[in-house]
């Protein structure tokens, strides 16, 4: 088994040969991928030398004091969180060998085609479409919703309904698709905020190689799991420092702002201040848990409480400013690569977490996902399970 000790000695074998300094970033990152040391419980050869994953800290911590590059994980966090685990559960020794390197290292982008206007909380009601054709490949039509960084993505993993006469989770196909196939359409979605960071996608006969297929055919509501499961671990478990993120900037707002004070708005802003906190030590025990393993329904959880603390936190910085908080400067429409919460200003800040309780999972079905598979109670009812597809009403 792998060492700290030895992997700190890789870590600086790779700092000799690519002094960060003087070497290209995109040849260090690639470097770094060879050695092993991208994410470092990944197998030999795909970034990672079959370590524990608690090590990671070690060679990012070595890699950080000398002042190394790195992959701009916000930028790539759809490919890095979603995508790669669930190539390296679900593909071929090709599609893996093909597709994790240049996605660690940034050279390709990745987005998620699987929202769609009718199937959105209910993501297994699906409607697009994949028929294959008599040379093996698949053909795609249809239309997708709400993807992020599509505008800006190389590949896109997506699912489609390759058999209507199956029931609507027994019916899916799990696929990556080239962004750049003439039959791939990407509209701008302008948000409340003037940004148009989602996207509308139209699939207008796409062709996809029966080798971008991740899992079997009908197989793919299993595997979209991994990537869901995955999505809201990166949602809801990210790395906070103490008093970071959304409650930091009130936080500071608060200390250097002493006449916008009361004492009600002191009050509240403890609360949220223990429940940021509670909600960063619950991330970092979740972290723990991911070292046994793959993520499990407790991310759901996790997403949940994201998404309600920052709506509160961002509603009470607004309501502490005052008027000011209702100053909102920037309406003209944007294509940002990546969202900004800190960086902005209270109002933004305000109106961005709105679609929280939407975005990688709606508050409502989490609360389900909670309820059913982490407390044990009992299902809703659902009469659609063993329904064809085609049959279903919609």
Same mark, same amino acid.
């Given at each position: 088994?792998?060492?700290?000790?030895?992997?700190?000695?890789?870590?600086?074998?790779?700092?000799? !040969?690519?002094?960060?300094?003087?070497?290209?970033?995109?040849?260090?990152?690639?470097?770094?991928?060879?050695?092993?040391?991208?994410?470092?419980?990944?197998?030999?050869?795909?970034?990672?030398?079959?370590?524990?994953?608690?090590?990671?800290?070690?060679?990012?911590?070595?890699?950080?004091?000398?002042?190394?590059?790195?992959?701009?994980?916000?930028?790539?966090?759809?490919?890095?969180?979603?995508? #790669?685990?669930?190539?390296? &559960?679900?593909?071929?020794?090709?599609?893996?060998? =093909?597709?994790?390197?240049?996605?660690?290292?940034?050279?390709?982008?990745?987005?998620?085609?699987?929202?769609?206007?009718?199937?959105?909380?209910?993501?297994?009601? %699906?409607?697009?479409?994949?028929?294959?054709?008599?040379?093996?490949?698949?053909?795609?039509?249809?239309?997708?919703?709400?993807?992020?960084?599509?505008?800006?993505?190389?590949?896109?993993? %997506?699912?489609?309904?390759?058999?209507?006469?199956?029931?609507?989770?027994?019916?899916?196909?799990?696929?990556?698709?080239?962004?750049?196939?003439?039959?791939?359409?990407?509209?701008?979605?302008?948000?409340?905020?003037?940004? #148009?960071?989602?996207?509308?996608?139209?699939?207008?006969?796409?062709?996809?190689?029966?080798?971008?297929?991740?899992?079997?055919?009908?197989?793919?509501?299993?595997?979209?799991?991994?990537?869901?499961?995955?999505?809201?671990?990166?949602?809801?478990? #990210?790395?906070?420092?103490?008093?970071?993120?959304?409650?930091?900037?009130?936080?500071?707002?608060?200390?250097?702002?002493?006449?916008?004070?009361?004492?009600?708005?002191?009050?509240?802003?403890?609360?949220?201040?223990?429940?940021?906190?509670? &909600?960063?030590?619950?991330? !970092?025990?979740?972290?723990?848990?991911?070292? &046994?393993?793959?993520?499990?329904?407790?991310?759901?959880?996790?997403?949940?409480?994201?998404?309600?603390?920052?709506?509160?936190?961002?509603?009470?910085?607004?309501?502490?400013?005052?008027?000011?908080?209702?100053?909102?400067?920037?309406?003209?429409?944007?294509?940002?690569?990546?969202?900004?919460?800190?960086?902005?200003?209270?109002?933004?800040?305000?109106?961005?977490?709105?679609?929280?309780?939407?975005?990688?999972?709606?508050?409502?079905?989490?609360?389900?996902?909670?309820?059913? =598979?982490?407390?044990?109670?009992?299902?809703?009812?659902?009469?659609?399970?063993?329904? #064809?597809?085609?049959?279903?009403?919609?």
């Amino acid at each position: 088994m792998t060492t700290a000790e030895e992997l700190r000695v890789l870590t600086e074998k790779l700092l000799e !040969e690519y002094p960060p300094a003087t070497a290209d970033r995109t040849d260090f990152l690639r470097a770094r991928f060879d050695a092993g040391l991208a994410w470092v419980h990944y197998p030999v050869g795909l970034g990672g030398l079959d370590a524990p994953r608690a090590l990671q800290a070690v060679v990012d911590a070595e890699l950080a004091a000398a002042g190394a590059p790195d992959n701009d994980p916000r930028k790539i966090g759809i490919g890095l969180g979603m995508a #790669a685990p669930t190539v390296l &559960a679900h593909g071929s020794d090709e599609v893996k060998q =093909r597709f994790l390197r240049p996605l660690w290292v940034g050279e390709e982008v990745w987005c998620q085609l699987f929202s769609e206007p009718g199937a959105g909380s209910d993501l297994a009601a %699906l409607a697009t479409r994949a028929v294959r054709d008599d040379g093996g490949d698949w053909i795609v039509d249809g239309q997708k919703v709400w993807t992020s960084s599509a505008h800006t993505a190389r590949w896109a993993i %997506l699912i489609a309904r390759t058999d209507p006469d199956a029931p609507k989770h027994r019916g899916i196909t799990y696929f990556v698709c080239d962004m750049t196939d003439p039959g791939v359409e990407v509209r701008p979605l302008r948000q409340i905020t003037g940004e #148009a960071e989602f996207n509308e996608v139209f699939l207008t006969g796409v062709r996809i190689p029966d080798a971008h297929r991740l899992g079997e055919v009908g197989d793919g509501w299993r595997v979209a799991q991994t990537t869901l499961m995955n999505e809201r671990v990166s949602i809801g478990g #990210a790395r906070i420092p103490r008093e970071g993120g959304m409650i930091g900037k009130l936080a500071t707002t608060w200390r250097e702002r002493p006449e916008l004070r009361t004492h009600d708005l002191h009050r509240r802003l403890l609360d949220h201040w223990v429940y940021a906190e509670v &909600a960063r030590l619950a991330g !970092e025990r979740l972290r723990q848990q991911l070292v &046994a393993g793959r993520p499990g329904p407790e991310g759901s959880a996790m997403k949940l409480a994201f998404a309600r603390l920052n709506q509160a936190i961002s509603g009470l910085e607004v309501e502490l400013l005052g008027d000011e908080g209702l100053l909102y400067g920037e309406w003209e429409m944007r294509r940002p690569d990546l969202v900004d919460f800190t960086g902005r200003d209270a109002g933004y800040r305000y109106l961005r977490s709105k679609g929280n309780s939407i975005e990688g999972g709606t508050s409502e079905v989490l609360l389900n996902i909670v309820a059913e =598979r982490v407390l044990g109670l009992p299902p809703e009812p659902r009469n659609d399970k063993d329904v #064809a597809w085609k049959d279903l009403a919609r």
